[in-house]
């Protein structure tokens, strides 16, 4: 029987009633240029998703819009069979156009269709965690998500999903999508220098409900900052590994989902996750994004 890993940085937490790394990883670089198409280095990509599996992550996240489909074949090729204490977490809510672009697809017939992709995709008969994507590709948008919400929890009664979360979410979205069924998890836009989540985080620690913050050193590079570079400097360390260890540190509740094209790269952000910061260098470090 396959366990779970606690030689991760961070440990471990528990999606509902799958346990999964707080140190997971992002499948979304993996696909090939604005996230379409497939990837330059098809053995290589490969590599790294079994590279993650070997270092013991089970925690891994996609969406079939990656690619599209890219990224959920490449998760099949390289890890099906899945060991049992590997949990997948996708999400629905957009699709992809032929110009790369993300149009809303959140009608009840989209969302049911969108499911069903990541299941033959994926090569699974339930989806351990279900997000559904709110917004667009500029951010959150503040509208309604009843009739959306309500179809993930349809197919899941119907057991095609396990767990819900939400993405991109404000933070009326998230108590709107806890009023109607339980959710595990919101996955938003947060790092060191974007702060505007730091209630709702605590609010969600305080109910164990995780928090998976995407681009979390500021997109798919470092964050550009004076204070973290000094921090980096003084502990002999790099402004990624500072930023990630800062995430780790802010909140028991905080999940990583890092993504990386590298083994190398991948080997190095778990390194770095593991520094451990002092209050002084945590004090410094809050100020960026104040």
């Not at 109910?207 to 964050?223: E, K, R, S």
Request: aromatic share 4%; charged share 20%.
């Amino acid at each position: 029987m396959s366990t779970v890993s606690t030689t991760l940085p961070g440990g471990t937490w528990t999606l509902g009633d799958l346990p999964v790394t707080r140190f997971g990883y992002g499948a979304m670089q993996l696909a090939g240029p604005w996230v379409m198409g497939p990837p330059a280095d098809h053995d290589g990509a490969l590599a790294v998703l079994r590279e993650a599996a070997d270092l013991g992550i089970t925690h891994i996240d996609t969406s079939d819009a990656y690619g599209p489909r890219v990224t959920n074949e490449l998760i099949r090729e390289a890890l099906h069979p899945y060991a049992e204490s590997l949990n997948i977490v996708t999400k629905v809510g957009a699709d992809r156009d032929a110009q790369g672009g993300w149009p809303t697809a959140r009608r009840p017939e989209d969302l049911r269709r969108q499911v069903q992709e990541n299941l033959a995709s994926l090569g699974l008969d339930a989806l351990g965690v279900v997000n559904l994507r709110l917004g667009d590709a500029r951010g959150t948008v503040q509208e309604p998500i009843a009739e959306a919400f309500a179809s993930l929890v349809d197919m899941q009664q119907q057991g095609l999903i396990r767990h819900l979360g939400v993405s991109n979410a404000t933070p009326e979205q998230v108590r709107e999508a806890r009023s109607i069924a339980p959710i595990v998890c919101v996955q938003n836009m947060y790092n060191l220098a974007v702060r505007h989540d730091d209630d709702l985080i605590d609010e969600l620690a305080r109910d164990g409900i995780a928090y998976v913050p995407f681009f979390p050193l500021g997109g798919f590079t470092p964050l550009q900052s004076s204070a973290l570079s000094a921090v980096a400097e003084r502990l002999h360390s790099t402004p990624m590994a500072v930023a990630l260890s800062w995430l780790l540190q802010r909140s028991p509740n905080i999940l990583l989902i890092p993504g990386t094209k590298s083994v190398a790269h991948l080997r190095e952000n778990i390194a770095g996750a593991a520094l451990t910061l002092s209050a002084a260098d945590l004090a410094e470090l809050d100020q960026i994004g104040r």
